[in-house]
């Protein structure tokens, strides 16, 4: 039961933060297939507003910082879970349950059909937001990335009083 209302939670807020992030969506510009991304960056309207690579790059290692403290204390203090396994495996096993989730609902569901994720300038490119493989391999790849991720959650839950 606990895994359920934990995954229902994390979700939710996987949500409102790309709720939030959609308002912008600019800054979201990688999260879309190579084609569309090109495409935005020869638009002149969005020239000056492209998040650089090295952008990207802190937001996703501040986002896996904050992940790895959010699910240490959660599995430390609410799971009670206190081994390097434990963390690890459930960290995991969150994960993938959120990464299933974003993939399926956040981009396949979501992204690819809702107007509002359309870059100006882009309309005409309706296979390339429709590009389910893309996300189905940015998805393989977050699978990886929460090797490490989760791997650092079982090391500070072992490690925490």
């Not at 882009?122 to 937001?129: L, P, R």
Request: aromatic share 14%; glycine share 4%.
């Amino acid at each position: 039961m606990i895994l359920l209302i934990e995954s229902i939670v994390l979700c939710a807020a996987f949500t409102l933060m790309v709720y939030v992030l959609s308002r912008e969506p600019i800054k979201t510009l990688y999260n879309y297939p190579p084609a569309i991304q090109e495409r935005v960056k020869s638009l002149d309207e969005y020239r000056d507003k492209i998040p650089t690579r090295s952008d990207k790059m802190s937001a996703k290692i501040l986002a896996a910082v904050i992940i790895v403290i959010v699910f240490s204390l959660i599995l430390r203090y609410i799971n009670g879970y206190t081994t390097f396994t434990e963390g690890f495996g459930y960290g995991f096993l969150l994960w993938t349950i959120v990464n299933v989730y974003d993939a399926v609902v956040m981009d396949i569901i979501w992204l690819c059909h809702d107007p509002h994720f359309v870059f100006r300038g882009t309309e005409d490119m309706v296979k390339e937001y429709h590009d389910y493989w893309f996300h189905i391999k940015q998805s393989l790849i977050g699978e990886v990335i929460a090797l490490v991720v989760c791997a650092a959650v079982g090391l500070v839950i072992q490690f925490l009083l």
